[in-house]
């Protein structure tokens, strides 16, 4: 069964820690989108890459990092410049970026990320 | 930014009832879609309509898209508890910097008692 895999589920961060949020996808797809979502809000756009090797900063990337080395992996760095990391992190793709605005986008179940 | 902005923020229904949510959006959109929910995990898919589009259909859902009035409608019929999420509009916006890419509403969490 096709989808996209978030790991781990739950995640705690020390004072000064970068961490790296797991994103993995068997859809084929060339865009994928990493969203960060706070308690009763919709999602904002952190960053997106439209093909492998290729990313663009979305809405609010300061304090996060990505690589786009291989088509199925998106991996998310929280890193110690982002202070307020604590959210609920959901991974996305879509067939491609451009023909997205015709397409939905498939979701992860999320990382849940919490300060210790 | 946020582009869609929904109504209400909560819906209480009973079982059997149907559920309406509103969107309305403020620049030029390609599609709207609308997106569950469930408590704790990803968003899911429901219904995409385009912007030459007035109505559409799945199952139990009609979503509706005005563009003059840059508003859409989610309509759920004959709820079930199992319908019981938090329901998205998001707007894939038609130009400028943000071509292609989706806008979130902050959503509509429907509350279904059996």
């Known amino acids: 069964d096709g989808g996209i895999t978030q790991s781990p589920k739950y995640l705690f961060r020390k004072e000064g820690q970068n961490v790296t949020l797991s994103c993995e996808q068997n859809l084929n797809h060339d865009a994928m989108y990493w969203y960060r979502q706070d308690p009763g809000q919709g999602l904002r756009l952190i960053y997106y890459?439209?093909?492998?090797?290729?990313?663009q900063k979305g809405d609010i990337a300061e304090g996060y990092s990505v690589s786009r080395e291989k088509k199925e992996s998106f991996p998310l760095t929280v890193t110690s410049a982002q202070k307020n990391p604590t959210a609920f992190y959901l991974c996305?793709?879509?067939?491609?970026?451009?023909?997205?605005?015709?397409?939905?986008?498939?979701f992860g179940d999320g990382t849940r990320l919490s300060i210790l | 930014s946020q582009q869609g902005e929904e109504d209400p923020q909560a819906l209480s229904i009973q079982e059997g009832e149907n559920a309406t949510m509103n969107c309305s959006y403020k620049t030029s959109i390609n599609n709207l879609q609308w997106y569950r929910q469930n408590s704790g995990r990803g968003l899911v898919h429901l219904i995409l309509?385009?912007?030459?589009?007035r109505e559409k259909h799945s199952g139990r859902l009609r979503v509706t898209l005005d563009t003059s009035k840059k508003s859409s409608s989610l309509l759920i019929t004959a709820s079930r508890a199992a319908d019981t999420a938090s329901y998205f509009c998001?707007?894939?916006?038609?130009?400028?910097?943000?071509?292609?890419?989706?806008?979130f509403g902050q959503g509509t969490i429907l509350t279904v008692h059996p």
């Open positions: 998001a707007t894939a916006n038609a130009g400028g910097t943000s071509y292609g890419k989706l806008t």
């Open positions: 309509i385009r912007s030459n589009e």
């Open positions: 996305a793709s879509s067939i491609g970026f451009w023909v997205s605005s015709n397409q939905p986008q498939h």
């Open positions: 890459s439209q093909i492998v090797n290729d990313f």
